[in-house]
């Protein structure tokens, strides 16, 4: 049995802390069928891992700090893809 952990982590940018709020409400909304965590930023909890998503400021940015964890390579994968896919949607229609 294989016990590995994978582990994924992005760094992404946005102007303002609202559109950082934006960004956590559309990603709780994405996995709202998940456990989840709002006290320092988001902790979404699924059954192969987590996921935490905390920003820090940076002179007139908000850098969005991404870190994933869990037990399945493809699902982590796949969960990166669609909380960065929010992401650049939120890019978008700013």
């Known amino acids: 049995m294989d016990c590995s952990i994978f582990e994924y982590k992005e760094e992404a940018t946005l102007p303002c802390l609202k559109n950082y709020t934006q960004f956590l409400n559309w990603v709780s909304g994405e996995f709202d069928l998940f456990l ?6 988001l902790y979404v909890y699924f059954p192969e891992g987590y996921f935490s998503i905390k920003n820090s400021k ?28 929010l992401y650049n949607l939120l890019l978008k229609i700013k």
Do not use: A, P, Y
């Open 36 to 41: 989840q965590e709002e006290t320092i930023g």
């Open 58 to 85: 940076e002179k007139e940015k908000i850098i969005v700090h991404i870190n994933l964890k869990t037990k399945v390579e493809k699902e982590g994968e796949d969960i990166l893809k669609r909380i960065m896919s």
